[in-house]
């Protein structure tokens, strides 16, 4: 059955936009939505996981958990994604700058 399926993808190359964009809408530069079934999201998750180099991407679907979604991420991130007790929540990393500060305290 189809579902409600974003995609946030950064720097990707031009060829994997085109292929977003034949099943999602691109709402904004980068954030990709769109009704489609978890086979064509599955697909296109594999082919822009493959092809990213330098740019990162996050895929948010319907899943059958507490918050009524899941999250993928790709690439280089910030924040990651935590399991907590069932729960997907955000963590910022910290800079490398900032890590060796605190060190120092």
């Given at each position: 059955m189809p579902s409600m399926t974003v995609i946030a993808a950064t720097a990707i190359p031009e060829h994997l936009r085109g292929a977003l964009t034949r099943w999602l809408l691109?709402?904004?530069?980068?954030?990709?939505?769109?009704?489609?079934s978890s086979r064509v999201r599955d697909e296109l998750w594999n082919t822009l996981t493959a092809c990213l180099t330098t740019g990162s991407a996050v895929?948010?679907?319907?899943s059958d958990n507490e918050q009524g979604f899941a999250l993928r991420t790709a690439g280089p991130q910030r924040r990651e994604t935590l399991d907590f007790d069932g729960l997907t929540l955000i963590a910022f990393r910290?800079?490398?700058?900032?890590?060796?500060?605190?060190k120092s305290l």
């Open positions: 691109e709402a904004t530069p980068q954030l990709y939505i769109g009704t489609i895929l948010a679907y319907p910290r800079e490398p700058a900032i890590q060796e500060i605190a």
